[in-house]
């Protein structure tokens, strides 16, 4: 493997690496004039931190139906992604709300979301378990290139050489820039620490009122365990062209630490060399294990 050779990539021009037959430079820079209504609310991450979920959690919030398992609405098309449109949905005559997912970096977004339209939420995991995280999802991801030794990925994901470039860059970026957006940020290892309160958290910001009823549906469907089985909100309706599930689970441990599993401790402390000053400027408490 040739540490920077990628052959399923294509690099936009700040250097920020994307699956290359899922979206196209040309279809990231018309989102710059994308309108954003009020009403908008968008999940914005670094892949590998916790979107799904987040997803999952939004469209609960905000469909009923979607609890009740009575319907069948798969949670990317009730959350589909900003910048991968991969079920050609008209974005722009969507009813509001309308719900995104995105891992674009803050300078890649619509520019009416930088002048405070819309909300965002962005999710934040400690790096060392989405390092780990993104390694064994290369292996089921077919848009990814798949890597099989971690050195390769380490390396890649410290030098910002992976999808949606480097993790310090764009929750750098965002949490910068975070006056310029209508933002709330959560930690991964806050949601896996007291669901309940992130969800509360997340209808505060959002303006919606649950009743106690709805709010323990909501966090119960939410849990690892139910997102597991449930098909809708756990990616195994992906065509094989995107996911190929025979290897591997989307929802794999949905853990804190299961970085001590795959990395020695060179490698660990190869990782703190490169980020952990850098870290510090981030006020965000990351728990590294439990
Ligand atoms: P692991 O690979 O560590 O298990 P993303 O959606 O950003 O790609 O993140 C995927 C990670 O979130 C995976 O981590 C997955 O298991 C975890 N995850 C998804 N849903 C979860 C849930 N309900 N609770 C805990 N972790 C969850």
């Known amino acids: ?27 990231i820079d018309s989102l710059e004039d994308f309108e954003i209504r009020d009403s908008d609310v968008f999940v914005a991450t670094f892949p590998k931190s916790g979107t799904v979920w987040s997803q999952n959690i939004l469209s609960l919030i905000y469909h009923e139906g979607h609890r009740d398992g009575t319907e069948n609405i798969n949670v990317i098309d009730r959350v589909p992604w900003l910048e991968y449109n991969i079920n050609n949905m008209d974005y722009v005559n969507r009813p509001s709300p309308r719900l995104f997912v995105t891992h674009l970096p803050h ?24 390092v780990v995280s993104y390694f064994h999802y290369s292996r089921l991801a077919a848009k990814l290139e798949t890597i099989s030794d971690f050195n390769i990925l380490l390396e890649r994901f410290l030098a910002g050489k992976v999808v949606s470039g480097s993790w310090l860059d764009h929750i750098g970026g965002w949490f910068t820039h975070r006056d310029d957006f209508n933002i709330l940020f959560l930690t991964f290892e806050e949601m896996k620490k007291d669901l309940r309160g992130a969800v509360l958290k997340i209808c505060k910001f959002l303006g919606k009122q649950l009743t106690e009823n709805e709010l ?27 996911l190929e599930q025979g290897k591997g689970h989307f929802l794999r441990k949905g853990t804190i630490g299961d970085w001590k599993n795959t990395m020695t401790v060179a490698q660990s402390e190869r990782f703190d060399s490169v980020f952990k000053e850098k870290m ?7 728990i590294w294990d439990i």
């Open 280 to 286: 510090k400027e981030l006020p965000f408490k990351f």
């Open 107 to 130: 300078n890649l977004v619509p520019r009416d979301l930088r002048n405070r339209r819309g909300k965002v939420i962005y999710v934040a995991r400690n790096p060392k378990d989405v």
């Open 1 to 27: 493997e040739n540490l920077f050779h990628f052959a399923k990539y294509a690099t936009l021009a700040d250097g920020f690496l994307l699956p290359k037959d899922v979206t196209t430079a040309e279809y």
């Open 216 to 242: 323990d549906t909501v966090v119960e469907m939410a849990s690892f365990d139910n997102m597991k089985w449930d098909a809708r909100a756990n990616y195994e309706n992906m065509p094989e062209s995107f």
